[in-house]
């Protein structure tokens, strides 16, 4: 057998780095401190199911040390490598209230969902963390709101990682997508994926059909339409939902498919937040060949958003697989 190179993620990242001359190691320095937090969170996921015989979360443990809800923890891993991170001015996390200033000189801002699939942590399914890198608005100084507030099309990187039978991280820095896998052998990232393209057509619907009743009725009709019997177009689809977004859009990443959180008459926003999880994903799917939009056809990486916060609802998925679903509503078509 030949020898086959390994590429690991820390290899990629300086690699990538030399492709642009006047770069000054700093984005790259901060995507590494994003992977090191992420193997951190990694080895506490895994020891997840521990806990009731380690101590109760809230509980102390056998050693006397409080044990941390995961997602709490994450959140704190993840603040504290960026804090130590010069590049990082400032950092909104989806368990934050308000954004937090960690380096005054810092050229970047980074949002983040550390932990996303709350409803899964506690019972072994794949969870992820999101997340994106902006350049700031603002110079020097305490971050402001406007470093934030910007449209996803401004990221200048963005990534997640998935926590599930593998665990992988997969990031874009807006001119292709590339996934490395978790060696635990030796605890390292290794290029897996590279330059991913998501299928143009997809036979995978990922949708919460349990709020059928909230939604819009193209909505459903579109769902339909995945279901119905037609061997010429490949249907009926498979509808798969696992409730963690990474999990979901990895999968359809791969495989091909559409991902959707509508708007709902309960929740006319939806669930899904702009700034930490639709913005990055869409960010992604884009490079990846795929479509990324709201309910009236607004590509998501154009919202201008108002707060940190903000929600919307989400189309997301394969490039044709997205035209037809449009076919089903005339908010989607030509808007802009
Ligand atoms: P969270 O941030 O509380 O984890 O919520 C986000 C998650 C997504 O990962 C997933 O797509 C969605 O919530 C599932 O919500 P629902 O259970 O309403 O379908
Ligand atoms: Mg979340």
Redesign the pocket.
Known sequence: MGSRKVVTLNEFIIQSQKGFPFATGELSGLLLDICLAAKIVNREVNKAGLVDILGLTGDANVHGEDVKKLDVFAHEVFIDALSKSGACGGIAS?ESEGFISVNDAGKYVVCI?PL????NIDVNVSIGTIFSILRRKTENGPCEMKDFLQKGCEQVAAGYVIYGSSTMLVYTTGVRVNGFTLDPSIGEFCLSHRDIKMPKQGKIYSI?EC?RSKFPSWVNDFVDYCKEDDPSTGRPFSSR?I????A?FHRNLIKGGVFM?PDMTTHPNG??RVLY?CNPMSFIIEIAGGQSLNHEGKRILDIQPKKLHQRTPVFMGSLELMDTMKTFTSQMVDAK
């Open positions: 989806e969902d996303d699939g709350s409803s919460n709020y939902y409730g963690s977004m990474v979901d959180y669930k899904l999880e």
